[in-house]
C-alpha cells in the first residue's frame, strides 16, 4: 500500500505482499473492489478500442459506456480503501477491555457498530458488479470484435467482485444488532446470483461469437 494508506498508486506488487502479510487489512473485502476495479478498467478499454471511424453509429453509447466505467473504477478503488479501514475498526473494537460489565456492553455495542461499518463496502461492491455487468451487456453488440473476449473478462472479473463481496457481507451479519440494516444486507446478497448468471450469459454470447 501506497504511504497515505491507499490502493490507488501502490505497486501490484506492494498490494500482494500486504495481502499475504499477517494484517488484518487488505484482505477479502478489499480484493473483491479490486475485482470490480479491473472489471471496470477492462470495460474502459474495450469502449476506447470501440471507437474510430467503423463505429461511429454508436460513439454517443460507447461514451457513455466509458464515462461509467471510469467512474465505477474510481469508486471501486475507494471501495477497496474503505474496506481495509471499515475492517481495521472491526478488529480495533474487538480489542477493546471488557474487565467490567461496563466495558462488555461498550465493546459489545462498539463491535455491532463496526460489523455495520464493515459490511457497507462489500454491499456497495456487489452493487458495483451488477452495473458492470450490465455495462458489458450494452458494450458487447456493439463492441470491436477484436477485443469482445475482454469483455467477457470483465463479466468474470465483476462476477469474482459479486461473490467474494457476498462472503464478506455474509460474516459481518451475526453481529449486527439492527433488524433493518440486516434485512438490507440480506436483500444486497440475495442480489448476487442474479449478477453471477447474468456474467456468465456475457460469457457464453462471447464464446458463441467465437465459434
Do not use: W
Not at 451479519?173 to 444486507?185: M, S, T
Request: no cysteine.
Amino acid at each position: 500500500m501506497t504511504d497515505d494508506g491507499t490502493l490507488a498508486g501502490t505497486t501490484v506488487g506492494d498490494f500482494l505482499d500486504s495481502l499475504a502479510a499477517r494484517v488484518p487489512a487488505p484482505g477479502g473485502g478489499a480484493t473483491a473492489a479490486l475485482h470490480a476495479a479491473q472489471a471496470a478498467a477492462l470495460i474502459g478499454m474495450v469502449a476506447r478500442y470501440t471507437s474510430g471511424p467503423k463505429h461511429t453509429d454508436h460513439a454517443d453509447l460507447v461514451s457513455g459506456i466509458l464515462a461509467d466505467a471510469e467512474a465505477t473504477r474510481a469508486a471501486a478503488l475507494a471501495l477497496a480503501d474503505a474496506d481495509a479501514t471499515a475492517f481495521t475498526a472491526v478488529t480495533d473494537a474487538y480489542a477493546l477491555p471488557r474487565g467490567t460489565d461496563e466495558e462488555k456492553a461498550r465493546r459489545t455495542a462498539a463491535i455491532a457498530d463496526a460489523l455495520v461499518g464493515a459490511a457497507g463496502p462489500p454491499a456497495d461492491v456487489i452493487g458495483a458488479a451488477g452495473s458492470l455487468v450490465s455495462l458489458a451487456e450494452v458494450l458487447l453488440p456493439v463492441a470491436n470484435r477484436a477485443v469482445v473476449t475482454d469483455v467477457a473478462a470483465a463479466t468474470e472479473a465483476a462476477r469474482a467482485a459479486a461473490t467474494t463481496a457476498r462472503l464478506n457481507v455474509e460474516i459481518n451479519l451475526g453481529g449486527i444488532r439492527d433488524d433493518r440494516v440486516r434485512a438490507e444486507l440480506v436483500g444486497v446478497a440475495e442480489r448476487v446470483p442474479e449478477v453471477v448468471g447474468r456474467a456468465a450469459a456475457v460469457e457464453q454470447r462471447v464464446r458463441a461469437l467465437l465459434r
